[in-house]
């Protein structure tokens, strides 16, 4: 394709930047619309998410498409080379998994620290609605700060966010970097010599968590100045060889990823079997235990569907390599996700 990819987007939205770094470490060229005014002659997507990407469709059109994951996998059949997916349908489970605890546990610390605090509330209040036009007058920015705080304040229970749920959350973001560091200095990427798309669903929670908010970035420059740089240089990998680069060797994984897999078991993996559960039987709450704390929230039914979508990726898998998936997860806290009791 040598057309353009157009990608809706903001600055301050973890999945556009996890898509245009993947873009970049692609190079697959694209162009970036930034905020509704130039996007008014796109189609719209099914779901009002960003980032939207745009295909070409049957009719010679554009149709929009939200939902990074999915789109990750579509990109890989339409442009070849640099992949983020392992080759070797083990690696790409441990991929999608972590991918996924980008995805969907990550954003609870990077939402949470964004509306929690006031010292946050007020920057990301100032400075997002400025994303989608820098012309606003001091009074307009005024109105949409206050706006855009009340109402992403008023979301916070959708990723669960809450008094109850603050420790566990913050305490998790903590063992997450220092995980991250401790893997680091063995691997410049999650997934090894190269990045696969976990590393980018990670970088992308991260540019917010690391770069942009004070009280998570504040943490992150004083304790582990390494994960901040690997923030920064995973932002544009355009330049990165990576021919004979090899994925992780799962057989053998390396211990500072099992760590990463032991963290992911301890907090994502109840609560997104606590959510199914929650969902299956009609429960009004999701109640459980993370880290010997309580941990509370309305039922989430779009991480629900995440987790059929991992069974799903588990149950394509041949007998041997589900073995060897087993195998990597034993321990972990990981292989509850994927139980035979639970499929
Ligand atoms: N699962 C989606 C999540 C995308 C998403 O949640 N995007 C947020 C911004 S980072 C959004 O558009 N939220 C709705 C809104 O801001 O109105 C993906 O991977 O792309």
Not at 307 to 332: F, I, K, N
Request: proline share 7%; charged share 25%.
């Amino acid at each position: 394709m040598s057309e353009l990819l157009p990608i809706r987007g903001a600055p301050g939205s973890p999945y556009t930047r996890k898509m245009l770094a993947l873009l970049r470490y692609r190079r697959i060229p694209y162009r970036y619309i930034q905020g509704a005014r130039d996007a008014t002659d796109m189609p719209q997507p099914k779901v009002s998410l960003i980032p939207i990407l745009y295909f070409p469709d049957e009719h010679g059109g554009l149709t929009a498409e939200v939902d990074s994951t999915p789109i990750i996998r579509h990109l890989e059949d339409e442009y070849p080379g640099r992949s983020v997916i392992p080759s070797d349908p083990a690696a790409a489970f441990l991929n999608y998994l972590l991918e996924d605890y980008g995805d969907e546990w990550l954003t609870k610390a990077m939402f949470h620290y964004r509306w929690h605090y006031q010292v946050d509330i007020d920057m990301a209040g100032s400075i997002l609605p400025h994303y989608h036009d820098v012309s606003l007058s001091d009074e307009q920015a005024a109105l949409r700060k206050k706006q855009f705080s009340e109402r992403q304040i008023a979301r916070l229970y959708v990723v669960g966010s809450n008094e109850t749920t603050t420790p566990v959350i913050e305490d998790s973001y903590r063992r997450y970097l220092s995980c991250l560091n401790e893997h680091l200095k063995v691997y410049p990427f999650i997934m090894g010599q190269r990045p696969g798309s976990a590393d980018f669903a990670c970088f992308g929670q991260l540019t917010q968590l690391v770069q942009f908010d004070p009280t998570p970035a504040a943490l992150a420059a004083r304790e582990f100045p390494r994960v901040h740089a690997w923030v920064s240089k995973t932002e544009d990998l355009s330049g990165l060889e990576v021919a004979n680069a090899e994925f992780v060797e799962v057989d053998q994984l390396p211990t500072t990823l099992k760590a990463l897999l032991t963290e992911v078991g301890r907090t994502y993996v109840p609560v997104m079997l606590a959510n199914a559960e929650a969902l299956d039987q009609g429960l009004e709450m999701v109640s459980t235990v993370v880290e010997g704390k309580t941990w509370e929230q309305q039922p989430f039914p779009y991480q629900g569907k995440c987790l059929q979508w991992l069974r799903v990726e588990y149950a394509r898998l041949s007998t041997d390599d589900r073995a060897r998936v087993d195998a990597l997860l034993a321990g972990t806290g990981c292989e509850t996700l994927v139980a035979p009791a639970a499929v």
